[in-house]
């Protein structure tokens, strides 16, 4: 997440908070192609090892008293397991590494972007839309796996009056097919407002007059913001808990 400040030729600032969001070849320059590394690469592959560092390597000696490491992949690990298992029931369980594994690398990846001059890959469209459409069609491939012609039934309100059911089916069809579109905006949206918020107080920090309130103002933004790292990892993993409640249990 870049902070700094860019000066024009007259001497006044010039704000370019999106730039932070730019992808660049990590070696060279260029144009970036299907199988450039780039800095979003760098990013996302830094995630996979705060992951790996924290399940694998911080509880490999399993001890009795944990070290802080260890409490915190089990807090981790407790916290989701509870949740798939109130959302989903005893039946969802057996999809909890997935669910498991896709909050572990939002959170970090949210986290990790608030380093000084990161770059935060799931402020990124073509980032978060890739994860909401596994779970959508993992989500809809196990629906009709496990229920057949039954999970249509979740389409269907057969609480509801026979009258106005094709209407309601009409809603719940495009309310479905547009949860991977909520789903990925939701997260990437929310990322990058803040994060363009930050540079833009950055940016004013540099005029003396009012330093002091950018200054506040970043200090409250970026609390703010560890505060939506986490709480868009916690709700993309329970909509994908919903999600795959509605697999598993398609009727109204």
């Not at 370019?16 to 992808?23: A, E, G, L, S």
């Amino acid at each position: 997440m870049a902070t700094e400040d860019v000066t024009g030729e007259s001497g006044g600032l010039v704000f370019h908070p999106m730039d932070q969001f730019i992808v660049e070849p990590l070696f060279g320059a260029g144009a970036v192609g299907m199988f450039t590394i780039t800095n979003v690469t760098l990013w996302m592959a830094l995630a996979v090892v705060c992951i790996v560092a924290l399940m694998v390597l911080g509880t490999s000696k399993r001890a009795v008293i944990p070290t802080r490491t260890q409490s915190v992949a089990e807090l981790a690990y407790g916290f989701i397991y509870k949740m798939v298992e109130d959302v989903t029931g005893k039946e969802g369980l057996k999809y909890f590494p997935y669910i498991f594994t896709l909050f572990l690398y939002i959170v970090f990846a949210n986290f990790l972007g608030l380093i000084p001059t990161a770059f935060t890959t799931t402020s990124h469209f073509a980032v978060t839309v890739v994860l909401a459409l596994a779970v959508f069609l993992a989500v809809t491939i196990l629906g009709f796996v496990l229920n057949g012609t039954k999970f249509l039934y979740l389409f269907w309100p057969t609480s509801a009056p026979l009258a106005i059911r094709p209407v309601l089916m009409i809603i719940e069809l495009i309310s479905y097919f547009v949860r991977p579109v909520s789903h990925s905006i939701r997260l990437a949206g929310n990322l990058m407002a803040g994060h363009a918020v930050i540079k833009v107080f950055a940016g004013f920090a540099a005029l003396v007059a009012v330093s002091p309130l950018a200054v506040l103002g970043i200090v409250a933004m970026y609390g703010l913001e560890i505060l939506v790292a986490f709480i868009q990892a916690y709700v993309f993993t329970i909509l994908t808990c919903v999600y795959l409640k509605d697999a598993l249990h398609p009727h109204h």
